[in-house]
């Protein structure tokens, strides 16, 4: 199993839709996680860390992390067609200083 | 606040020639610092780090070195470069907690 698995899409939502993105994790990466959004041709940009199970909150943002289930997702309420990008997935072990990347899904909004 | 620089943005280059990409980070000292390559569609793939001056560990063998020589400086190079070193270089500093921050990356055509 990859470390970090992530469905490569596109995944397309209408414009003021709720998108949801989706990250599986094996267990040497189990410890923190990260969402990062790259526009195409422009290097990532870290837009979420989350560390404990649950929700996480920032603006339209919204990081869900469930350890049971090795599972974290993004979810952007009220997309817009600004946040078409790929977005990528990233997590980390304890002790670790070098976080594994998901190979990002393709988020289109259209209008 | 911290900021990372990274040049050339856009670079052509024969078979054979030699590369050098520079880093810098300001607004912060001792950052682990990072080379990862994506190709064309594909994920992020880690090529070297590096927790402190000197101290360069290498993820994947190719004819790539890295070498920092200041606290914040990190270097790409390539003493003759391959056809499939061409892609889009990215160098990124963090403290340790898993997140990391992007330079503007760099583009390299290898023809």
């Known amino acids: 199993q990859k470390e970090v698995e992530q469905n490569s899409g596109p995944l397309s939502v209408p414009e003021g839709a709720i998108a949801s993105l989706n990250c599986t994790y094996s267990?040497?990466?189990?410890?923190?996680f990260f969402w990062y959004r790259q526009y195409s041709g422009k290097s990532p940009e870290l837009i979420m860390s989350?560390?404990?199970?649950g929700d996480k909150e920032d603006g339209r943002f919204t990081a869900q992390l469930n350890k049971a289930s090795q599972y974290v997702s993004l979810l952007i309420r009220d997309s817009q067609p600004s946040d078409s990008a790929t977005y990528l997935c990233a997590g980390q072990s304890g002790g670790s200083y070098i976080p594994t990347f998901g190979r990002g899904t393709s988020l289109i909004v259209h209008p | 606040s911290q900021t990372i620089h990274q040049w050339p943005a856009t670079l052509v280059q024969p078979v054979g020639s030699p590369l050098s990409l520079e880093c810098t980070v300001e607004?912060?000292?001792?950052?682990?610092l990072y080379w990862y390559r994506q190709a064309a569609g594909r994920g992020l793939q880690l090529l070297f780090y590096s927790v402190g001056i000197g101290q360069i560990s290498s993820e994947v063998p190719q004819n790539l070195s890295a070498s920092r020589p200041q606290d914040r400086q990190f270097i790409l190079s390539s003493k003759k470069l391959l056809l499939s070193d061409s892609g889009f270089y990215l160098c990124a500093w963090g403290k340790g907690s898993g997140e990391l921050f992007f330079g503007e990356g760099s583009r390299l055509t290898v023809l």
């Open positions: 267990d040497r990466v189990s410890q923190s």
């Open positions: 607004g912060t000292s001792n950052p682990n």
């Open positions: 989350i560390y404990s199970n």
